[in-house]
C-alpha cells in the first residue's frame, strides 16, 4: 500500500523537455491563473527573452524562466531551478539556486500551508508547523516504489471557462524525493519567522524507463487528435493543491485511464513517438501491482486506526505484502473479540490488551462487524470512518440507518 502523489505542471508546449519552448509566444496557458505555482509565470515571464532564446536548454542559459519548476519534468538533461525569496521577508536573503536531475520537477503540497493547525490566534502562520507538515507530507513516498502522476489545472488547451478540465500529462515511477532547500543570507528576525526554507521539493522520476508522456505536444495544433487520446483524470480530487496523496485505489483508476489513450495513440492514432507496446507492458505490470499492494482491504489501516489498534497497522501491511492478508485480518478478529493475544508483530501487554478491548467494547460495539467486514474493503480515511459510524451521521448527509 504504497503513498504515491499528484503533481501540478505549468502548461508547455513541447512537453516539459527542459527547453525553453520552440514558440514563446503560442503558449498562452503557462500564464493563466491556474498555472503553477499560481500566477508567478504572468507576473515574472519575459516574453522578448524566451523567444530570443526558444527551443534552448534551461540549464544552460544565464538565467531561469518562471516555469523552471515544470519544465523539466520529462527532459533527458539535468536543469538549475532559482527561487527567489519572498518580498516580506524584508532582509537581504539571495535567491536559491540548485541543480536538478533530467525528468525532475518541483512541487510544494499547499493544502497543508493554509490548514487550521498552522494558524497562528492572533494572524499568521507557524512557520515551524508549516514545515513540518511540509515534512510529514513527503515522508512516506517510496523511492524506487511510489508513483508520481503528472498533471496540469486549468490552464491548459483543453479547459473553457463554461467546462474546466484538469488534464494528466504522464505518470513515473518516482527515483528520489530532493532535500529541503533554504534561502542564504537570511536574516535572524526571517529564520526566526519564516524559518527561510524554499516552498518547493524536487521530484526526480526514473522516466523513461519507468514512466510516459503523452504526446500532446506532438498533435497541439491538431484538436481532432489530441481529443482521441486526451485523459481528464475521473479522480479529479487527486488534482488540487499543487501535490496531494494518491492511495492505490485511485492510482489504479487513474492507470487504467491512461492505458486505454496509449491504445487509442498505439491502434487509432498509429502514433510513432514512443514504443506505446513497452508502454502498455509497463502500465499493466504496474495495474498488476498496486492490486497486489491494495490487498482486499485496504481500509483496514484506517480502521484500525480507528479503533485504536494503529500498533497493528505494520504488521498487516507486512501481512500483504508476504500475501498473508486473510490470515492476518482473522488475527485482527479474534484480537478485538477478545480471542487472540494480538496481530502478528503487535503483541501488547494484557494492561494495555485489556484497555484497548475496552475501548471497543464501549465506543465501538455492533460497528464492529461493519468496520471490519465491510469498510475495511474500501479505501477511507479515519475521519470518513467516523462519519459514517457516528450516531449523528445523518447530520453527515447519510440517512441509511
Not at 533527458?76 to 541543480?99: C, G
Not at 524559518?195 to 521530484?203: A, D, E, L, P, S
Not at 482521441?228 to 492510482?251: G, I, L, M, N, W
Not at 494492561?351 to 474500501?378: A, M, P, Q, Y
Request: some cysteine.
Amino acid at each position: 500500500m504504497a503513498t504515491h502523489i499528484s503533481l501540478r505542471l505549468a502548461w508547455h508546449n513541447d512537453g516539459w523537455n527542459g527547453r525553453i519552448c520552440e514558440k514563446p509566444g503560442d503558449n498562452s496557458f503557462c500564464v493563466g491563473c491556474y498555472s503553477y505555482p499560481g500566477e508567478m509565470i504572468r507576473e515574472n515571464r519575459d516574453l522578448a527573452w524566451e523567444k530570443a532564446n526558444a527551443g534552448k536548454l534551461i540549464g544552460e542559459l544565464d538565467k531561469r524562466p518562471p516555469c523552471v519548476f515544470s519544465a523539466n519534468a520529462f527532459s533527458d538533461h539535468s536543469s538549475v531551478i532559482e527561487a527567489d525569496p519572498p518580498d516580506f521577508f524584508h532582509d537581504d536573503s539571495k535567491t536559491a539556486t540548485w541543480r536538478i536531475p533530467p525528468a525532475t520537477a518541483s512541487v510544494w503540497p499547499y493544502e497543508p500551508m493554509y490548514c487550521k493547525e498552522v494558524k497562528r490566534p492572533g494572524g499568521g502562520y507557524d512557520y515551524d508547523k508549516r514545515l513540518a507538515l511540509a515534512n510529514e507530507y513527503f515522508a512516506p513516498i517510496e523511492k524506487n516504489s511510489s508513483l508520481v502522476f503528472y498533471y496540469a489545472n486549468y490552464s491548459n488547451p483543453f479547459s473553457e471557462d463554461e467546462a474546466r478540465k484538469y488534464v494528466l500529462v504522464g505518470v513515473a515511477r518516482i527515483k528520489e524525493v530532493g532535500p529541503q532547500v533554504y534561502y542564504e543570507g537570511c536574516s535572524e528576525r526571517t529564520l526566526e519567522r519564516y524559518k527561510g526554507f524554499v516552498w518547493q521539493r524536487h521530484i526526480h522520476s526514473h522516466y523513461p524507463d519507468q514512466g510516459l508522456r503523452l504526446p500532446y505536444h506532438k498533435y497541439r495544433n491538431q484538436p481532432d487528435i489530441l481529443s482521441q487520446f486526451a485523459v481528464f483524470p475521473e479522480a479529479s480530487q487527486a488534482c488540487k493543491y499543487a501535490t496531494r496523496h494518491v492511495d492505490d485505489d485511485t492510482a489504479l483508476g487513474l492507470l487504467e485511464q491512461i492505458l486505454s489513450s496509449i491504445r487509442v495513440l498505439r491502434d487509432d492514432i498509429q502514433d510513432k513517438t514512443e514504443d506505446w507496446d513497452k508502454r502498455i507492458i509497463w502500465l499493466e505490470s504496474l495495474i498488476v501491482e498496486l492490486w497486489q499492494s491494495r490487498g482486499a482491504y485496504p481500509g483496514m489501516p484506517a480502521v484500525l486506526e480507528y479503533l485504536g489498534v494503529e500498533e497493528a497497522i505494520d504488521s498487516f501491511r507486512q501481512s500483504v505484502l508476504d500475501g498473508k492478508e486473510q490470515e492476518s485480518v482473522k488475527e485482527i478478529i479474534d484480537f478485538c473479540t477478545g480471542r487472540g493475544e494480538g496481530v502478528g508483530e503487535y503483541l501488547p501487554f494484557e494492561e494495555e490488551r485489556k484497555k484497548v478491548l475496552r475501548n471497543i467494547k464501549l465506543n465501538i460495539g455492533n460497528d464492529l462487524v461493519l468496520l471490519i467486514g465491510t469498510l475495511s474493503r474500501f479505501s477511507l480515511a479515519t475521519d470518513q470512518l467516523k462519519k459514517i459510524v457516528s450516531t449523528s451521521r445523518i447530520e453527515n448527509g447519510i440517512v441509511a440507518p
